[in-house]
């Protein structure tokens, strides 16, 4: 099992760019998380999905979108990017009521 | 819904000596408590886990501890080593399945 992966690493973006970060499960979890981790700070949900079809929003939803058409991809789009969505994206799923697992992590550095 | 807090933000302890961190959750529901140690530039990774049904568990020189009644739990870590130094990360899951982390705390094993 490759876990949860991630693409791409690292990206950096225009003001005003929008794109997709990638999030990949082979573990058949039902459950899918994206968080942003801003230097030295926790984690923070931005939206979660409890199986495909059904998103819900986390803590800070502002300025991403999600869509969940498979059990196993779980993509977070970025519309008209900002400085303040400079983070280190990471991606998780679940079975339910079990641990998370982490993926990597996405670097988006936007200037 | 659930709110974890997580104290110290920061500690420092000599090699070889304990170091606890302890945290309080406010939703009697909580079920599920995870611990997570991040190394800088890595993703989180699960160290130890307890269930609501249990009062402690240990794994080697890992353990944690939870008092329902007054719920809060801790996690102790014996024998430290300069590998532990990380910033390690508390969460609590209520029903929904959604995990809510601790703010963090960074440790700092001097050798």
């Known amino acids: 099992n490759a876990g949860v992966t991630q693409t791409p690493k690292f990206r950096i973006l225009k003001i005003g760019q929008s794109m997709t970060l990638q999030c990949t499960q082979d573990?058949?979890?039902?459950?899918m998380y994206w968080y942003r981790q801003d230097p030295g700070m926790g984690l923070k949900l931005i939206y979660y999905?409890?199986?495909?079809?059904?998103?819900d929003k986390g803590e800070v939803p502002n300025g991403y979108n999600v869509s969940r058409s498979t059990t196993e991809d779980f993509p977070l789009r970025l519309e008209l990017a900002a400085p303040s969505q400079t983070s280190v994206y990471f991606c998780?799923?679940?079975?339910?009521?079990?641990?998370?697992?982490f993926g990597p992590g996405t670097r988006l550095l936007v200037l | 819904g659930e709110n974890v807090e997580q104290h110290p933000s920061t500690l420092s302890v000599q090699e070889g000596d304990s170091a606890v961190i302890k945290c309080t959750y406010s939703?009697?529901?909580?079920?599920?408590f995870p611990w997570y140690k991040q190394e800088l530039g890595k993703r989180p990774q699960l160290i130890i886990d307890?269930?609501?049904?249990?009062g402690e568990k240990k794994d080697q020189r890992i353990a944690v501890t939870l008092n329902k009644t007054a719920k809060h739990f801790s996690l102790h870590i014996t024998e430290t080593q300069p590998e532990d130094s990380a910033v390690y990360f508390c969460?609590?899951?209520?029903?929904?399945?959604?995990?809510?982390f601790g703010t963090g705390t960074r440790l700092t094993v001097i050798p």
């Open positions: 998780a799923s679940q079975r339910g009521g079990e641990t998370q697992y």
């Open positions: 573990m058949n979890h039902n459950y």
């Open positions: 999905s409890v199986g495909a079809g059904i998103t």
């Open positions: 939703d009697s529901a909580s079920n599920y």
């Open positions: 307890i269930r609501s049904n249990v």
């Open positions: 969460g609590g899951y209520t029903g929904a399945n959604n995990l809510f």
